[in-house]
């Protein structure tokens, strides 16, 4: 296995090699006449209702519209399909009822005074937050007069055009049928009856695990009728495959610990001696804020040490959550927990001298203005501040805390202001002159104002090499199901686990999570040639998203293949043979109860007699009983007094028994209801008619020959 360790040490060098392999093998493929038939010489990628999808134009608008966006790739992907599919559905169910976008409208949604949100998420000035009307009106300007565009560019707007057609079809679809929605007056009162009526009750509740499990016999008919019973959460329309999995975490050594603290201790000289501490921090990943805090919000690990430092002296390494951290003090001082304060802002840019000279010129004015009693501070605000919202106000910002305000502006009225001082600061939106009205204590403990290193606690490479080698080399021996069972429980500290209903195109494998690593498990287990009690002979490696190293290796094998339809038994057993179990178990304790009363069954089971109050109706959680609406039904169903016949339930059996109730009354304003209720359905018929059609869609989804 040594070999493995050589490859891995030289990973780049032979990707390049496979890279070059399998470009070369996709070109022959494609261009190959004798291929003619091949799945990926042929370029649909899918077909909805008949109408395909081709590949080259579903990658067009992937990397249009996400080739910057991060690195979730198959979320990305995943919301282009959607996208795709329900176009096509839309575009049929439109044109049948004559609904479009003329162009005219098409360029009022991306030009007009009103346009698409599509448009308004797009093209928001990052420093105003608005929409960047100028910018438009540039593209638009291009547009009409053929101007010569980037490429790529013309291709976004070409996708954008698309969404906004989509959401536009799908906003008049919507409308159509929403609109239609009417809710009459009998059932505004019906619903607030049900939210409004409540009722007091008594209760006594029998846990299932009042009978041993060894007393109940689940035999596969029950499972079997219980999965007919719950057909629609069971039944697939599609083959899924399930498979188990051992996964072996990849542990740093006490060397690779070591190691790293030593990295810390280094660099730690370094921090001690730097004059800008900030940029240091910044070049070496820690964490430093202009924030001021106290010592027990600082980490536990740090506060005893923290606290008994000199300015610019450190603390650390220690381990903490899976890193070793270094803390340097800044500053420690007694700062006000809030400000209250006011300001007057003359804007300027700073990286403008001579706007920042005009601003100060005016902002000098100003304050001899205010500090020679000619005017006050509010008047001055009021006819000159830039902060208009706050201008109006006479410059009042109320009272604050420190995190709402910039560094400069915060320092000033925190740090080193002093209750009725007049600062003048620096700021990205220009000169402010503070008054600093009032400082607020809840106590005179001082703060601490860090900065912080850490180091991440992994693996070296010697390490994650030497862990992938010893799992490699206990799968080069396992061939079958019976095998891999018996090497992974003859494992301490390892767990074979099931994982059921993968499909063929899915990229999320459970608990392993999102990515290419569980894409390539998912395309093995839906191979050809992969048979059941397989073993996949790979080692699948999982990448840290933050640190990036591997974290954990995973061997897996497969375990059944379920047909479209509902699933066998055997598949799901481990799924619902609890339910099945509880279900039987509270048949038997419903069928043992003579009730007379709630006290007598809360002796014959040891239990208490509880009391529920104020329930309503729709109330879906019941402190101490969870979700039992008929348990809930029951109460609102008998007359006060009276006992109930046991009731299954959720999570055991019960009986109760009502004490009051009360009824809701008449409504006082029934239209008001009407129309909210109105307002709500109308929201889910929304959501419903574009899945409704999804649903009833005839989809031939070939993505995972492609991805």
Not at 242 to 253: H, N
Not at 286 to 302: A, M, Q, R, V
Not at 618 to 631: A, K, Q, S, T, Y
Not at 688 to 698: C, L, S, T, V
Request: charged residues 20%; contains cysteine.
């Amino acid at each position: 296995m040594a070999l493995i360790g050589t490859i891995r040490k030289n990973f780049w060098f032979v990707l390049i090699l496979l890279g070059l392999a399998l470009a070369a093998f996709i070109i022959m493929d494609m261009t190959s006449a004798g291929n003619a038939g091949n799945t990926i010489s042929s370029l649909t990628l899918a077909e909805v209702n008949g109408d395909p999808i081709d590949y080259r134009e579903f990658q067009q608008t992937e990397q249009s519209y996400y080739s910057a966006a991060g690195t979730d790739v198959f979320g990305k992907r995943q919301t282009v399909w959607d996208f795709y599919v329900e176009q096509a559905v839309l575009n049929e169910e439109a044109d049948a009822m004559g609904l479009h976008v003329p162009t005219d409208e098409l360029m009022e949604l991306q030009f007009g005074p009103t346009p698409s949100p599509i448009i308004t998420a797009n093209w928001r000035n990052p420093q105003t937050g608005q929409l960047d009307v100028a910018n438009l009106n540039q593209i638009r300007s291009n547009i009409e007069n053929n101007q010569p565009m980037d490429p790529r560019f013309i291709a976004y707007w070409a996708e954008q055009e698309k969404q906004i057609i989509k959401e536009t079809i799908q906003g008049k679809l919507n409308n159509l049928i929403s609109n239609s929605v009417y809710t009459p007056a009998f059932m505004a009162e019906e619903s607030y009856a049900i939210e409004n009526s409540k009722v007091d009750f008594n209760y006594v509740k029998i846990p299932f695990d009042q009978i041993d499990a060894a007393d109940i016999e689940v035999t596969d008919a029950d499972l079997l009728n219980y999965l007919e019973e719950n057909r629609s959460e069971f039944e697939s329309k599609t083959e899924t495959r399930s498979i188990k999995y051992a996964v072996f975490d990849v542990i740093p050594t006490q060397e690779d610990s070591m190691n790293i603290k030593t990295r810390l201790e280094e660099l730690n000289k370094e921090f001690a001696i730097t004059t800008n501490d900030s940029l240091f921090v910044s070049v070496n990943k820690g964490s430093y804020s202009h924030l001021y805090s106290k010592l027990s919000d600082i980490p536990e690990e740090l506060q005893e040490g923290i606290s008994n430092l000199a300015q610019g002296e450190i603390y650390g390494p220690v381990a903490s959550n899976g890193y070793y951290i270094s803390a340097k003090l800044l500053d420690k001082r007694v700062i006000p927990d809030s400000v209250t304060a006011r300001h007057i802002l003359i804007r300027a840019d700073r990286n403008a001298p001579a706007t920042l000279e005009t601003a100060q010129a005016m902002i000098d004015s100003i304050r001899r203005e205010y500090t020679s009693g000619r005017s006050s501070f509010d008047s001055l605000a009021i006819k000159h501040s830039a902060d208009t919202q706050s201008g109006l106000q006479g410059g009042e910002l109320g009272t604050f805390v420190q995190e709402t305000m910039v560094p400069e502006f915060m320092k000033a009225c925190f740090v080193y202001g002093k209750k009725g001082g007049l600062y003048e600061v620096t700021t990205q939106f220009g000169i402010h002159l503070i008054r600093v009205d009032d400082q607020i204590f809840i106590d005179r403990e001082p703060k601490y104002n860090v900065a912080t290193l850490g180091l991440v606690i992994k693996p070296s490479q010697e390490t994650q090499d030497n862990k992938y080698d010893e799992v490699a080399e206990l799968v080069s021996g396992t061939k079958d199901m019976v095998a891999f069972e018996e090497m992974v429980n003859g494992l301490d500290g390892i767990v074979l686990e099931d994982l059921n209903n993968l499909g063929i195109n899915d990229y999320t494998v459970g608990p392993l999570g999102p990515g290419q690593t569980s894409r390539e498990i998912v395309k093995w287990a839906f191979d050809a040639s992969t048979e059941v009690a397989d073993v996949s002979p790979e080692v699948y490696s999982f990448t840290d998203p933050i640190n990036y190293y591997d974290s954990k290796y995973v061997l897996i094998a497969l375990n059944s293949i379920t047909a479209p339809g509902l699933p066998d038994v055997a598949t799901v057993r481990s799924d619902i043979e609890t339910a099945v179990l509880n279900k039987k178990k509270g048949e038997k304790l419903k069928s043992s109860l003579n009730v007379t009363s709630l006290q007598d069954v809360a002796n014959q089971f040891g239990v208490e007699v509880e009391t529920a109050s104020d329930v309503a109706m729709n109330n879906r959680f019941i402190p101490g009983m969870g979700n039992e609406p008929d348990v809930v039904g029951s109460a609102f169903a008998l007359t006060p007094q009276s006992v109930s016949q046991p009731i299954v339930g959720n999570s055991g059996v019960y009986v109760v028994s009502p004490l009051s109730q009360q009824a809701a009354g008449a409504p006082s304003n029934i239209p008001f209801l009407q129309n909210s209720l109105s307002t709500t359905t109308q929201s889910q018929v929304n959501f419903m008619i574009i899945q409704n059609m999804k649903d009833r869609a005839k989809v031939k989804d070939d993505r995972y020959k492609f991805f």
